[in-house]
């Protein structure tokens, strides 16, 4: 069984459009997150979610909303696409992020590409 | 200049021999986090560390909290090994707590 799975793999879409990209964990994890992989393969974090609440938002465009239904998931919505968002988006999971705990679960990442 | 900072960013070794990937970083962490990204893109966690040093197979990582240095070391390396190695620290300071900070990755081929 996977642990952290994302839909889609792949996304060609056209700029202006809006997109969503799913993710769901299956390991009881409390803490959830969606990092940005660019060309250069920097990672960088986005968001992260803990018990459905929205416990970090980095500077990122508010074209991007994070939703969470539930504690396994963790949507990543994105309007008005720009070329600029082409890139590998990750997501992962925890069990906390302080401390001891955090160790990350990633899923398979979903690529991107806006044309 | 990125928080966290790797070396050397690309290596190329034969099969067989150790490997040594440096990681070094300015902030202050709870944690430190060593990655494997595949070829194909997946990303695995190897280790999360915030002190002394962990073995699992033929990895070991070790952490240096003073010297803010982490190295991880491959022994008896194979061409399996072949991927990106990413250092990334968790911050413990302010409104980015919980924050992974990454590096850049450094690339190992392992040559048959």
């Known amino acids: 069984d996977t642990a952290v799975s994302q839909t889609p793999k792949y996304l060609v879409t056209q700029m202006g459009n809006d997109k969503s990209i799913k993710c769901e964990q299956n390991?009881?994890?409390?803490?959830m997150y969606w990092y940005k992989q660019d060309s250069k393969k920097f990672l960088k974090i986005m968001f992260s979610y803990n018990n459905k609440e929205l416990i970090i938002n980095e500077t990122v465009p508010n074209r991007f909303s994070p939703k969470s239904p539930d504690k396994a998931h963790l949507n990543l919505h994105i309007n008005s696409l720009e070329l600029g968002d082409s890139a590998v988006y990750f997501c992962?999971?925890?069990?906390?992020?302080?401390?001891?705990?955090?160790?990350?679960?990633f899923g398979p990442g979903t690529r991107l590409t806006v044309t | 200049k990125n928080e966290v900072e790797q070396s050397p960013q690309n290596l190329t070794a034969q099969e067989g021999e150790f490997i040594t990937i440096n990681c070094s970083y300015s902030v202050g962490i709870s944690a430190l986090h060593w990655l494997q990204q595949h070829p194909g893109g997946g990303i695995v966690s190897l280790f999360m560390l915030s002190s002394g040093k962990k073995k699992h197979g033929r990895l070991i990582a070790t952490i240096n909290i003073q010297e803010k240095h982490s190295s991880l070391h491959i022994t008896a390396s194979h061409p399996r090994d072949s991927a990106v190695y990413i250092c990334?620290?968790?911050?413990?300071?302010?409104?980015?707590?919980?924050?992974?900070?990454f590096g850049k990755g450094t690339k190992l081929s392992v040559k048959p």
């Open positions: 990334a620290v968790r911050s413990r300071n302010g409104g980015s707590q919980g924050n992974l900070i």
């Open positions: 992962a999971s925890s069990q906390g992020w302080t401390g001891r705990l955090g160790e990350q679960y």
């Open positions: 390991l009881g994890h409390d803490t």
